[in-house]
């Protein structure tokens, strides 16, 4: 059995500036299997962000190629991207994004809605999973009401309920506290190994990109392994 869920092969990415074309990644190529956690480090603008952005169907690649299941995703219209994220990937971003005028319990809904569940179908399992994140107490609050760490909980329930194959998280516990970090790296990192999906991570912490089972550094060469 094939184990990958996607790869990139020889991808780089640049943009047009008025004072010529800047490159941001160059000839990048890595590969992520089921059950796998990959760590990205770099210095700040090295393109981290971007590379994630790119892995994730986001962003389009200048060069190269993303494959997700055997499939080149590369000439895909916006609309069949679209479709693949939101069945196969779940997203946790530095700052929640969560919808400020829907509850917690809404917000985690909201991508099984957008999958055609039934509304009835969709609010049992949100419940089901922001209870197993020690939320059940604060579903019917919005944002504002939940604290940073509560925020970061919801925004990972929201990623897990459809149960995708791969979470994509750019610095995720780059705005909490210190507790309230290390709680949001422990339930990334075990929520994924236990569900059998894959984490790709951009962060500046080397602590937790050296928990994860595969760590790369994004510097202006390349992509460097580091060794463990």
Known sequence: MNDEIFRVENVSRSFQMASGKLEILKDISFSVKRGESVSIVGKSGSGKSTLLSVA??????????VIYSGRDCSSLKDGELSR????VMGFVFQNSLLLEDFSALENVMFPLLNLKKGRKEAKAEAEAMLSSLGLSERMGHRPSQLSGGE???????????????VIFADEP????????????ENLL??????????LVLVTHNPAFAGRCSTSYTLTHKGLVLNEK
């Open 56 to 65: 994730a169907l986001i962003d389009r690649p200048t060069e190269g190629r």
């Open 84 to 87: 693949i994220r939101a069945s």
């Open 151 to 165: 925020r970061q909980r919801t925004a990972i329930a929201r990623a897990l309920v459809t149960s995708p194959l």
């Open 173 to 184: 516990t780059g705005a909490l506290d210190e507790e309230s970090a290390a709680f949001t």
């Open 189 to 198: 990192l075990s929520a994924t190994r236990e569900r059998g999906a894959a």
